[in-house]
């Protein structure tokens, strides 16, 4: 089974700064895929980025950028030039494995807060 | 541009009582999720569904839990002789990939 830790219960960052997110995770699993989800205050869950664990390079999506750490199973998400739009409750989750459709294992979340 | 819908968005019941949530997936979506998230905690795997064949349930789903995804369009997921414990967000998803596309969730008070 998958056990996701995010050690981060609460963060916060100013506007326009970066911030880093951290997950580690386990797993039995030698190829899988690896996503951060955001949950703002409405609940609705939407993908962030994702990474394949068989590409040794790190995904990046506009402001967000992640440093996949696969022998150390850490797999963070850096947020540059934060928005207030970016307050929300982010969870890293690893899925199944072998195939980027499987289950997901979400970590306990980490809530961002963004100060103007 | 129709997302992922679920109905009811709130539900208050008594415990003992039966409930009924039905998900609406993105159209072409052949995969169906369904997860459970509780207060501050993140949500936690309940079942999926390929088409309308229901592939994986997580321990969680006890036997008063059953879900169904007739066919492969709309699940229905049921809670038979509720208890305070399912008190909880029911959350469903959908893909035809990698991403996982979220509806915004029943909430289920059980009093």
């Known amino acids: 089974a998958q056990t996701v830790t995010q050690s981060q219960p609460e963060m916060s960052v100013q506007e326009a700064e970066t911030v880093t997110l951290s997950c580690t995770y386990d797993t039995s699993e030698s190829d899988y895929y690896l996503f951060w989800y955001k949950q703002p205050p409405s609940r609705q869950m939407i993908l962030v980025i994702r990474q394949e664990a068989y590409k040794q390079q790190n995904a990046t999506e506009n402001r967000f950028s992640v440093n996949f750490q696969k022998a150390a199973k850490s797999f963070s998400l850096k947020i540059s030039d934060s928005q207030l739009g970016d307050a929300a409750m982010y969870f890293c989750a690893p899925n199944a494995g072998g195939t980027s459709y499987g289950k997901l294992t979400f970590g306990q979340g980490t809530i961002l807060t963004v100060h103007p | 541009d129709t997302g992922v819908s679920q109905n009811p968005r709130h539900k208050i019941t008594k415990r003992g009582q039966n409930v009924t949530f039905r998900c609406d997936p993105i159209s072409e979506h052949n995969r169906l999720y369904w997860y459970r998230q509780t207060l501050g905690q993140g949500p936690e795997f309940l079942t999926y569904f390929q088409n309308e064949a229901q592939l994986e349930k997580s321990r969680l789903l006890s036997d008063r839990f059953s879900a169904e995804r007739p066919k492969g369009s709309f699940s229905t997921l049921e809670i038979q002789r509720t208890e305070q414990g399912d008190s909880a967000v029911y959350l469903c998803?959908?893909?035809?990939?990698?991403?996982?596309?979220f509806g915004p969730g029943t909430r289920l008070t059980v009093t």
């Open positions: 998803a959908s893909s035809l990939g990698d991403e996982q596309y």
